[in-house]
């Protein structure tokens, strides 16, 4: 028991174990407790995804999931123009009028 006390007398004397140890305890203890946190805004969230028969009672058509690829939205990208563009500035909020036209 001596050895011990010894030992722990000698290690609390140095300035890493004094603020070293508390420190990785909080960071350590901290990131277990954040994520106690973080679990429950999950947990409780009250989030769900919107189904088709919910979406048309909204009067929302939704897309099946067969109809959108990602082959199909590559070729509708293929198709635009993009070398040939104008860049439009839009309306500001304190202004007032339709936008500019070209």
Do not use: C
């Not at 070293?20 to 277990?32: K, N």
């Not at 990602?70 to 123009?81: C, F, S, V, W």
Request: hydrophobic share 30%; proline share 5%; net charge positive.
């Amino acid at each position: 028991m001596n050895a011990l006390q010894q030992k722990l007398l000698f290690y609390s004397k140095r300035k890493s174990f004094r603020y070293g140890v508390p420190f990785l305890l909080l960071m350590v203890g901290g990131s277990f407790g954040l994520q106690q946190f973080a679990q429950l805004r999950y947990t409780f969230s009250k989030k769900t995804s919107l189904t088709r028969q919910e979406a048309e009672k909204y009067g929302l058509n939704m897309k099946q999931q067969e109809e959108v690829t990602l082959e199909g939205e590559y070729d509708k990208i293929k198709q635009l123009d993009i070398e040939h563009w104008e860049n439009v500035r839009g309306p500001r909020p304190w202004e007032e009028g339709s936008p500019p036209s070209a």
